[in-house]
Every structure is written in C-alpha cells, then in structure tokens.
C-alpha cells in the first residue's frame, strides 16, 4: 500500500464486534514507521456499544476517504439491499489508486 | 527367492487357534481327565478380560497429529488458557524486533522494581510473580480453537453417546472429543472477533492488580492512575524504539478469570488498590454505610411513633391538670 500521501487516519471500533476486523487490519498494513508520517487517532467503543466501525483516510490534497460498518440486523434485509461490505482490498485500492493519481501529478508539476 | 513364509488369512489364523486342543502333558492326562471343570462361557470370558489399551501411556492417539508444529502449538496455547487466570491481549501493528525487545526489557525492569517493594513491605515469595509475567505474540487462528477447548470442553461432563465412537480414556486436548466439542461451539466465544489480525497477549500467573497497574503504566500510559515511569526513574523508556513501539500497541481487552473485559473494563482491574485485600476493604466500607443508613431508616419510624405518643401523652396530661384544679 501507497501511504506517502497519506496525512491522517482515524479509526474507532468495538473490538468485540466483527465489525472491527477491517479497520483493524489496516491498521497492521501501515508501515512501521508510519505513525511519523501520519496522525493515526484510534477510539475503542465499550464492549456493549453497537455503533458502527469507522475508518477515515486523509490525503495530501485534502481528499478523504470515510469508511463505516454496521452491525448485520437481519438476513432479510439483506437480500433486498444486496449491497457488497467493503473489504480491506478494496480501501487498499482505492487508497493506492489515489496515490498513483497523486504521484502522477507531481511529476507532471515538479 | 520368495519368503518360504505360509501367509494365512486371518480368518484361517483364528480358525486354527480354536482347533488346537489345550495341551497336556502324559502324566496328567489322566487327572485332568477326570477332574472336568465346566467350561466358561464365552460371554462370562470376555467380561473377565481387562482392556487391553492399544498405545502407549504417553502416546495417546490423538484427532490432529501430534507431528505438526501446530498441534503441538495448540496445546500449548490449551494448558496456557487453563493454568493462566489473567491475560491481557493486546493489538500490534508492526513492531520492529528492536522495539519488542525495548518494551519487554521496560516491562521486565518495572515489574522486578515492583517486586522488590512488595517484598520489603514482606509479601510472601509466592505473590512475586514478576519474572513470569510474559509478553508474547501469538498465532490467533490456533489460539481460537484453543480458546474453545479449554472453555467448551468438559472431560467430566461428556455424555456418555458423545464418546461411543472413540475410546473414552482419551480426553487430552488433541483428542476427537475435544476436537468435536470445540468444533459445535465454533464461532460463539466473546473473544472470536478479537482473535483476528496480529495480536499479543500479557500473561499473569495471578490475579495481581499490582502487576497489572504497572504493566499498564508501561505499556499504555494514561495520567491519573498508569502513569509512565518518571525520566529519572527509567531513562530507557524514553528511548526511541521503546516509545515508537508503544504507539504500535493497542489494549484489546482481558480475559480474567474466565470473564471477559473490555479494554476500560481490564484498566479497572489493574486500577484496585491493594489488590483483594483493598476491595474487600471497599466492599466492607460499602456495606457500613449501607448498615448506617438501614438503621437510621428503621429507626425513623418508631422515633417517630415514640413523639408522636409521648406528645399525645403530654396532651392529655395537661388536660387532666386544669380539672384537678377546679375540682380543689
């Protein structure tokens, strides 16, 4: 993952929940020296709490990227709805698809 | 040249085992002759037989084959759940070796010092549990049916049913029994969606608040009651790998005495004062509030029933007063 033109990241989750699998990864992708570069803020909903994960990305440009998790209420809605979850791929991608954006232009410019 | 070897089916090999009659020699042929006993029925000989067990003692056949690193890894992980009452786990997010080997030198030194307190103020040996407490990654997707093993999975509770398809002596940790147990169970542990990612996990050998404040005040620093050890005190937490590693680690939750915390929850534990001792004070404090206020209540009410009569009573003496004047 790209993360040179990532600034900010904030993440907040109930680990107790399974909702907290994917903001929770990203936070192991990032690079080990990642917390220099980015300001990483990180919030743990108490163990009852049913709110939803949130994971937000901020960019160089001032673009972010605001991802959040519900809990699954049922399996009838569901069906109806029959929308994807965003996975960890795909915040990978679209961070990097940005960052390759972003790279692009600065070559251009500079 | 084949093996000159008469290669028998078993069958044939039991058939002939039955036909051979019993030896005897000449002299007594005469006697065991006429001293014929009944012979035993078949029913009443197999019951007689004890059961032969198939393995040796220390080679149990086991569900997962005992082999592979990761069974091995698994039991571990089972007998480290059963003997160990208080774990903390943590979330790391790439830690360098330098870094871990910081924070665990930190951990190892701050612990030893707390030792040492408790041992001056004359704590008995067997509550300095510093040099076990241990910080450790682990492999979750072990540890999880670990977890479910050593929760789920009863040796003493096993319906008899359960265990009809495999031999009921075997109830170690890698057995089928425990295997299927923990498998009907999959999914339903509390701790299952915190088991994912990298994960690391604080084991205490007891359920020390002592030890656990200051391993928190290490580990994840927050002013009022886990504050990080002063520059003076330990000038080699302040290190740059120390401190970089600390912003890497993230307290997950506890599990404590088989109750589950959350990461609040597990910072209440560690912030007990003086450990059981201080919170049976607490609980004693509680309670002699709680009496006082009992007391005072009940009393309310037959205080006020004593002013109410003792008024009436001064009433009607003062009533009666002024007739024995006019009567005189």
């Known amino acids: 993952m790209i993360t040179t033109y990532v600034t900010s990241l904030k993440v907040a989750f109930n680990p107790f929940l399974a909702t907290s699998k994917v903001p929770r990864l990203f936070l192991t992708l990032l690079p080990p020296e990642a917390h220099k570069t980015i300001k990483i803020t990180t919030a743990q909903f108490p163990r009852t709490s049913t709110a939803s994960a949130l994971l937000e990305l901020g960019f160089k440009d001032g673009k972010t990227m605001k991802y959040t998790w519900e809990i699954e209420s049922s399996s009838a809605e569901d069906k109806t709805t029959k929308t994807k979850k965003v996975g960890l791929n795909d915040i990978v991608e679209e961070v990097n698809r940005h960052a390759r954006g972003l790279a692009r232009k600065e070559e251009l410019t500079g | ?328």
């Open chain 2, 1 to 328: 040249m084949p093996p000159r070897l008469r290669l028998r089916s078993l069958a044939q090999l039991a058939d002939l085992q039955l036909q051979r009659p019993a030896y005897t020699c000449g002299r007594c042929q005469y006697a065991t002759a006429v001293a014929t006993t009944p012979a035993s029925s078949d029913t009443q000989f197999q019951s007689s037989i004890p059961p032969v067990s198939r393995y040796p003692a220390v080679q149990p056949p086991s569900h997962r084959s005992p082999l592979q690193r990761k069974s091995q890894l698994l039991r571990s992980y089972v007998s480290l759940l059963q003997t160990t009452p208080l774990i903390v786990l943590f979330q790391h997010s790439n830690l360098k070796a330098a870094e871990w080997v910081g924070i665990r030198r930190e951990l190892r030194s701050a612990l030893r010092k707390i030792d040492e307190q408790l041992a001056k103020q004359g704590t008995p040996p067997e509550d300095l549990i510093a040099d076990y407490i241990k910080f450790e990654v682990i492999k979750t997707n072990i540890f999880e049916p670990a977890l479910r093993v050593a929760e789920y999975f009863n040796p003493g509770e096993l319906a008899p049913q359960s265990i009809d398809g495999s031999d009921p002596a075997l109830t170690h940790a890698l057995s089928e029994a425990a295997y299927r147990v923990a498998s009907e169970h999959k999914g339903e542990h509390p701790l299952t969606p915190v088991l994912a990612g990298a994960v690391a996990i604080l084991t205490f050998p007891a359920v020390s608040p002592v030890h656990l404040k200051t391993a928190f005040s290490v580990l994840s620093p927050k002013a009022p009651t886990f504050p990080a050890p002063t520059r003076r005190a330990a000038p080699s937490y302040y290190d740059p790998p120390v401190q970089d590693g600390l912003k890497k680690l993230l307290i997950l939750g506890a599990r404590i005495d088989g109750q589950i915390f959350d990461s609040e929850g597990t910072r209440w534990v560690g912030s007990i004062e003086g450990g059981i001792g201080g919170l049976r004070a607490q609980l004693v404090a509680l309670l002699q509030g709680f009496g006082v206020g009992l007391t005072s209540t009940l009393e309310s009410a037959s205080r006020s029933l004593w002013f109410t009569m003792e008024s009436r009573r001064n009433m009607l003496e003062e009533e009666e007063k002024p007739k024995d004047e006019n009567k005189q």
